[in-house]
């Protein structure tokens, strides 16, 4: 036998003057052994509408040759009891974990009530969420919490990270987070806060309008636009969900430990043991998207759930209006995407590795840089482990959405391979150039 893959079924529509979307997107979803959606929106209307159930070789019963099927940060999926079988192929209606794409449906809600006057991005927080302030944070700001900055990468100083029984209760999370004190000073430099964002930025919303992110997320966005976006799946919709699959084996806790001290941390820093927490907790977290209890509870970081389409038309109605709703103004958008992390180091001996590729955020967005190319400059997102999704650019009303099953995305690599053809091919067919 040849070891080649079969091509991939792509099955969907088009528009005139985007069918090389079509091909980009078999071509990068060759080597794929999951499924995947592909949506694209230009100027409101969807012009590409594509996805493909994968070449076969996950069997969505049995992992791939070679990788685990639910442990860890860089997988979920599986059985768990509770009516998900895993066995379904991957469709147009299929839904499936967005990870940290999920961080964007958490800031478009905080900028809605931006938009309203009700929340502004230099409050203190402990304005609205007054326990906040305990242990040196009354001076954090909510656009520290949207970019990164706010010092609060885990849950607490044990590198273990928070146990299941409490990072599984988001009540304990928010504790937590309100009881411990920065790993540094907030707003002087700027770490990604894997799984912290979703709580803090969550917390801040829930204060505000009175109600959790993902409710004010079904009320205010998902329903007004007709969104298959949950954060916190409903059971109505266990039927639909498809489990995502790691290509290689996660990180063990030693192995995190070993890339801590060798990015020059001392095994006792309080950043070593704050970045070992955070990936043992990120790990606990994608194991539980694998059972209902964690589908079901509000994950706001990395635990939405949806479908290509829901994304790229929440996306479209950030830059524009959509059957008559548009989300955001002009306005809002352009303060949601200006860089607010270019000008800070990260913390730390950390600083020594900063280049040219290091992540860029603007107020709960990611921005445009090497690894994370989105649709060029001007464009914003968000990506999520494993390599799904999520962006837009304003200035030629596109606005994409791409889920996946297969975790595949290497960050460290460079952008995922899946992304580039259909990407160029987008651009290109947009009149933003691109081969």
Do not use: N
């Not at 990604?192 to 917390?203: I, K, N, Q, R, S």
């Not at 070993?258 to 990120?282: H, I, K, W, Y």
């Not at 390599?387 to 975790?407: D, F, K, N, Q, W």
């Amino acid at each position: 036998m040849s070891g080649r893959r079969p091509a991939p079924v792509v099955t969907g529509t088009v528009r005139p003057g985007w069918e090389g979307v079509r091909d980009a997107f078999a071509r990068g979803q060759a080597e794929d052994p999951g499924g995947a959606q592909l949506a694209v929106r230009h100027g409101g209307r969807t012009v590409v509408d594509l996805w493909t159930p994968g070449t076969g070789r996950f069997g969505y019963g049995t992992a791939p040759d070679g990788a685990g099927s639910v442990h860890g940060a860089g997988c979920a999926g599986g059985t768990d009891g509770a009516g998900v079988t895993g066995g379904e192929a991957f469709r147009a209606d299929s839904v499936g974990v967005l990870m940290s794409v999920s961080k964007a449906l958490v800031a478009v809600c905080a900028h809605l009530l931006i938009e309203r006057g009700v929340l502004d991005p230099a409050d203190p927080v402990a304005r609205h969420w007054p326990e906040f302030a305990a242990a040196g944070k009354a001076e954090t700001t909510v656009a520290d919490l949207l970019a990164h900055r706010a010092g609060l990468p885990a849950y607490t100083d044990d590198p273990a990270g928070l146990p299941e029984a409490l990072l599984l209760d988001p009540a304990a999370r928010v504790r937590a987070l309100a009881a411990l004190s920065p790993v540094w000073d907030p707003g002087r430099a700027f770490l990604y806060h894997a799984l912290t964002y979703g709580d803090l930025v969550g917390e801040v919303v829930r204060r505000v309008s009175g109600e959790s992110v993902g409710r004010f997320l079904a009320r205010e966005v998902a329903g007004p636009l007709g969104l298959d976006l949950w954060i916190g799946l409903p059971e109505r919709e266990e039927h639909r969900f498809v489990p995502q699959r790691a290509v290689r084996p996660d990180p063990t806790p030693g192995q995190v430990a070993q890339a801590v001290e060798r990015a020059g941390l001392a095994p006792d820093d309080r950043l070593a043991t704050s970045l070992r927490a955070s990936s043992a907790e990120l790990g606990r977290a994608t194991a539980s998207f694998g059972t209902r209890r964690g589908r079901a509870a509000e994950f706001p970081a990395a635990g939405g759930i949806g479908d290509a389409r829901s994304l790229a038309r929440l996306y479209a109605a950030l830059v524009g209006p959509v059957d008559g709703v548009r989300l955001l103004s002009a306005a809002t958008v352009d303060r949601a995407r200006a860089p607010c992390t270019d000008h800070l180091p990260q913390p730390g001996v950390l600083h020594r590795l900063d280049g040219p590729d290091r992540s860029r955020f603007g107020l709960g967005f990611e921005l445009p840089r090497p690894g994370t190319p989105l649709l060029g400059e001007g464009s914003f997102g968000h990506a999520g482990a494993g390599g799904r999704l999520g962006m837009a650019h304003p200035e030629s009303g596109l606005a994409v959405g791409y889920v996946c099953t297969a975790m595949a995305w290497e960050p460290s690599a460079g952008p995922d391979p899946r992304w580039m053809p259909w990407t160029e091919a987008v651009r290109k067919a947009a009149g933003l150039g691109g081969g």
